[in-house]
């Protein structure tokens, strides 16, 4: 089984930036202001909310988190595994 680095996975969650990693899977979005609002892939529904700052996401219909490796993982239904090497290149980019 292959295993990530404790530093990997930090910098996949930190620097990875969510804005873009929603851009990437193309989940449906809009900016208002200085949040970008998208669909959640757990409900479905209009009411995930992106916090640049700190680099997280959350629903606040069905009360879901997410960082990057979570929402990658919801949207695509890939394994850990195939997340974490789809955001490797992202992190190199």
């Known amino acids: 089984m292959k295993r990530f680095s404790p530093e ?31 669909r959640c892939p757990d409900c479905d529904g209009n009411s995930g909310v992106t916090s640049l700052r700190q680099n997280l996401a959350r629903c606040f219909r069905c009360s879901r988190s997410f960082n990057p490796i979570d929402l990658v993982m919801a949207e695509r239904h890939w394994s850990f595994l195939q997340t974490v090497e789809y955001l490797e290149v992202l992190l190199h980019e």
């Not at 910098?11 to 899977?25: G, K, Q, W």
């Open 8 to 38: 990997l996975l930090r910098r996949l969650r930190n620097d990875v930036e969510i804005a873009t990693v929603v851009e990437r899977l193309e989940i449906p979005r809009q900016v208002r202001g200085c949040r970008l609002l998208f």
